[in-house]
């Protein structure tokens, strides 16, 4: 089959799309070229005026642009024009994680219907490819789980605070004037971030679309200096890790949440803006795939990849909801949990089933045991606005 050639209109123009514009200009042996570029405002840019246009119906409604590339902050914005595209007969690729997330089974039969291909490997994990790989790789029902750090941004403070002795505070100023944290850093630090590529995720390693409103997602903007120290005092470093596992009866779980690492697990050495993602299955047991997963380059990167396969008429195929269909999302699970707090009344918020290890302490206290899961989601929104930090201990999930 030959290669098709690609008219792309290129939706945002931020590091991400500058640099894949310079890259596609870099590479003859790619036939595509971006031939109209939708950006909010006129603003001096390096580029002609009549390469940009500032309604999205005039790349949408061109007949002549066979491919979108979506680049845009704003999940509804990118909604709208994905959702147009794929109705107009146009391929798509997409970095959008919270819109796909969101959208995931409407724009998916969108894309059947209309008989185009819908891409988004920068969606998750920056450069490492691993919807690409659950697609073609670990097509069979052999996975138990993919767990992992799925979000550069957070993972770069906690690096800063195990490695470097820095405060939460002093860390996240870093990472915000290096790029890596938004001004508002609740996106990235309280789990969303990570929660919409683990739903992604999903998707393509059970075949199950799960709401993001019915998953747990808990962050780090909540952790204090004596949760820092307990984990050094165990030999831990602590993380923010996205998980989904199968358990019995083809039935799956899946959460985003601190957890305490030891040094002999594969993400405890992930350090800085790096993602990691162990994928572990019946017969191959562990695979470790590692890369940046925050920056404009590493994000390009995976955008020209999805483009260079759009050119060789690459679909994905979702193997797992088409051929291995029959996997629940399960939430009455129980799973071991650290959980600090200053004033006693807040566990009137928590029905542990069972305690392993309790302190109190002058100041703080903790208890460790197991919580259903169920639970724990049913107040997920209430949890960032207690005065605790909630952490995974690693132990397996009773079910």
Same mark, same amino acid.
Do not use: C, M, Q, W
């Given at each position: 089959m030959s290669r098709q050639k690609l008219n792309i209109g290129l939706f945002g123009f931020g590091v991400v799309g500058q640099g894949l514009y310079d890259v596609l200009e870099k590479s003859p042996a790619l036939d595509a070229k971006i031939k109209k570029i939708c950006v909010k405002r006129h603003v001096m840019r390096s580029l002609p005026d009549e390469m940009f246009c500032y309604e999205p119906d005039e790349i949408l409604n061109d007949q002549g642009i066979n491919t979108i590339v979506e680049l845009i902050d704003n999940a509804d914005d990118a909604c709208f024009i994905v959702k147009k595209a794929l109705k107009n007969g146009k391929n798509v690729v997409s970095a959008n994680k919270k819109m796909l997330a969101e959208n995931l089974s409407e724009i998916v039969s969108l894309a059947k219907e209309n008989n185009v291909s819908l891409l988004y490997e920068a969606s998750a994990c920056g450069s490492i490819p691993v919807i690409r790989n659950l697609e073609e790789y670990y097509d069979n029902d052999l996975l138990l789980s993919v767990t992992g750090i799925l979000n550069g941004s957070s993972n770069y403070i906690l690096s800063k605070i195990f490695d470097n002795n820095e405060s939460y505070p002093n860390a996240l100023k870093k990472a915000q004037k290096l790029g890596f944290a938004e001004s508002n850093p609740t996106f990235d630090v309280d789990g969303f971030d990570s929660l919409f590529k683990l739903i992604i995720l999903t998707m393509h390693s059970f075949g199950v679309v799960v709401s993001p409103n019915e998953v747990l997602n808990y962050g780090i903007s909540n952790i204090s200096e004596f949760d820092i120290n307990y984990a050094r005092e165990k030999g831990y470093k602590i993380k923010l890790v996205g998980q989904v596992e199968r358990l019995r009866d083809k039935k799956i779980t899946l959460f985003v949440l601190p957890r305490f690492v030891t040094r002999d697990k594969y993400i405890y050495n992930v350090e800085d803006e790096f993602n990691g993602v162990v994928i572990k299955g019946v017969a191959y047991d562990k695979q470790f795939m590692f890369g940046k997963g925050a920056g404009g380059h590493p994000t390009g990167s995976a955008v020209l990849s999805d483009i260079t396969a759009l050119a060789h008429h690459?679909?994905?195929?979702?193997?797992?909801?088409?051929?291995?269909?029959?996997?629940? @999302?399960?939430?009455?699970?129980?799973?071991?949990?650290?959980?600090?707090?200053?004033?006693?009344?807040?566990?009137?918020?928590?029905?542990?089933?069972?305690?392993?290890?309790? @302190?109190?302490?002058?100041?703080?206290?903790?208890?460790?045991?197991?919580?259903?899961?169920?639970?724990?989601?049913?107040?997920?929104?209430?949890?960032?606005?207690?005065?605790?930090?909630?952490?995974?201990?690693?132990?397996?999930?009773?079910?």
């Open positions: 690459y679909r994905y195929e979702y193997k797992k909801a088409n051929y291995f269909e029959g996997f629940k @999302y399960f939430k009455e699970g129980t799973i071991e949990v650290y959980l600090r707090y200053s004033n006693p009344k807040v566990l009137e918020n928590f029905e542990f089933k069972s305690v392993s290890e309790e @302190y109190h302490g002058p100041r703080y206290h903790y208890k460790i045991g197991f919580i259903r899961l169920d639970k724990l989601i049913t107040i997920k929104e209430k949890l960032r606005s207690l005065d605790i930090f909630l952490a995974a201990t690693g132990k397996a999930l009773n079910y």
